[in-house]
T-cell receptor
Framework: GAVVSQHPSRVICKSGTSVKIECRSLDFQATTMFWYRQFPKKSLMLMATSNEGSKATYEQGVEKDKFLINHASLTLSTLTVTSAHPEDSSFYIC???????????????FGSGTQLSVL | KQEVTQIPAALSVPEGENLVLNCSFTDSAIYNLQWFRQDPGKGLTSLLLIQSSQREQTSGRLNASLDKSSGRSTLYIAASQPGDSATYLCAVRGYSGGSNYKLTFGKGTLLTVNP
């Protein structure tokens, strides 16, 4: 299957700093990537949909100025958590849609996730 | 608003047992349903995808069924092994149109298979 690389896997930062998380599709082009957030023992919650070359679409309740998403190429999307606070501590996972697959048969391929801890 | 529920939240079985994980969803207007596996602190691995027009999908020891009208899916694992220990997530794709692909996830079932 397709490979999605997410980096870093774990980051610890001080409150007030910004953290950038990268999501790369290694062997396919991803016109659309998705960013999820997961709290312990909770469902994955979609934060935003990232479309190459255009602005991200954010889900209701997600602050777009706090969670900056850039999808500058067909293989890379980044999520920047700006001015991080302890409540931003969470597990962030990206996923990518292989644009070659048909709409109804497509699967999403997930990165390995980033555990963010804000002190 | 779509809601996905998975029962049980946790399950512990001895090695070799067959087991069933359950998933239910409130809105039957779905494109498809996927079962994922998540290991601790890791991303998701897609196990099976069932289109809305399908009743079941099989892969090795895994069999997933879908009853769209009743909003239910089951994941059957045959002859469980310790390596099957993980959290299993169910997710449905609703009609969101365009290039969006919104999945709604359940909270998962934490499976432990004891040697």
């Amino acid at each position: 299957g397709a490979v999605v690389s997410q980096h870093p896997s774990r980051v610890i930062c001080k409150s007030g700093t910004s953290v950038k998380i990268e999501c790369r599709s290694l062997d396919f082009q991803a016109t659309t990537m998705f960013w999820y957030r997961q709290f312990p023992k909770k469902s994955l919650m979609l934060m935003a949909t990232s479309n190459e070359g255009s602005k991200a679409t954010y889900e209701q309740g997600v602050e777009k100025d706090k969670f900056l998403i850039n999808h500058a190429s067909l293989t890379l999307s980044t999520l920047t958590v700006t001015s991080a606070h302890p409540e931003d501590s969470s597990f962030y996972i990206c996923s990518a849609r292989d644009h070659r697959t048909g709409l109804l048969n497509e699967k999403l391929f997930f990165g390995s996730g980033t555990q963010l801890s804000v002190l | 608003k779509q809601e996905v529920t998975q029962i049980p939240a946790a399950l512990s079985v001895p090695e070799g047992e067959n087991l069933v994980l359950n998933c239910s969803f409130t809105d039957s207007a779905i494109y498809n349903l996927q079962w994922f596996r998540q290991d601790p602190g890791k991303g998701l691995t897609s196990l099976l995808l069932i289109q809305s027009s399908q009743r079941e999908q099989t892969s090795g020891r895994l069999n997933a069924s879908l009853d769209k009208s009743s909003g239910r899916s089951t994941l059957y694992i045959a002859a469980s092994q310790p390596g099957d220990s993980a959290t299993y997530l169910c997710a449905v794709r609703g009609y969101s149109g365009g290039s969006n692909y919104k999945l709604t996830f359940g909270k998962g079932t934490l499976l432990t298979v004891n040697p």
